[in-house]
């Protein structure tokens, strides 16, 4: 899969795509949003993001060309398509975000061996039931210790082995973009550096985060938010499209790793 794809993959929806627990997966509303991606220094980009069930497609340019990118967990497939040529491709049993499947995810890394992710208890953060997950390798003296709020999907306290930790702390219930929403602060501690902060907000009827103001200075947000029934074919190929094969993987440049 060429790199420009993963990359705006992640960008778009790492972080706006519906967080849902097991229970809520078949009830979550549908919807669409304008998805925007700013990094200091740079222009926003910018996506349109639609979620219907399991089912989702993402819109967004890359170098000037407009991708639309459906991909559908239930078949393991994923079609890139391009608009302008009427042309798509196919790619079968690609990993799909996890917040498009059903079912519990556990915050372990996809390559995390079982005896080096773990859970080992419980705890409470602002109030809400949280799991004790230990994450281990080899080299460190100490693993990484996260709590870890399934419904949300989304680690409420992360504590490294270096002494720095990632804390998330419910502040009130805000309205943003229309939506009511929860909003959590960020804070980031390391040892001999100052303090960051930053802000998330959590819309627990479409479970998803529809906005971020990161430590490291990015920022997400959603907007123009639609909530109802989408169209299925937004979830097809385009009759008389033609089918191309997917671009050969490109070979590893010089002196990389």
Known sequence: MPAFFRTALVALAATFLPDLPADAQSTAPAYSARAVHEVPGQPPSTGVIVKSGQ???LEFEQNGM???????????????????????????????PSA?????????????????????????????????????NGQQARPTTILWDPT???????DYPDGSSVVMAFKAMETVAGRNTEH???TVNAPGKETAGGDWWFDPELRIAIRENLPNGQARHLED???????????????????QAPPAPQPPAAGSN
Do not use: H
């Open 55 to 57: 089912n989702m497609r």
């Open 66 to 96: 407009k991708i639309v990118q459906i991909l559908l967990p239930a078949t393991g497939m994923m079609y890139i398509l391009n608009p302008e040529a009427e042309t798509y491709f196919e790619i079968p049993g690609q990993p799909v």
């Open 100 to 136: 498009a499947t059903e079912g519990y995810v556990s915050p372990c890394p996809a390559q995390a061996a079982p005896a080096q992710c773990q859970m080992i208890g419980s705890d409470v953060v602002s109030g809400i039931n949280v799991e004790r997950w230990v994450l281990a």
């Open 152 to 158: 949300r999907r989304q680690a409420l306290r992360q």
């Open 184 to 186: 959590w602060s960020i």
């Open 225 to 243: 938010i639609r909530v109802g029934e989408i169209d299925p074919a937004l979830f097809q190929v385009p009759e008389g499209w033609t089918r």
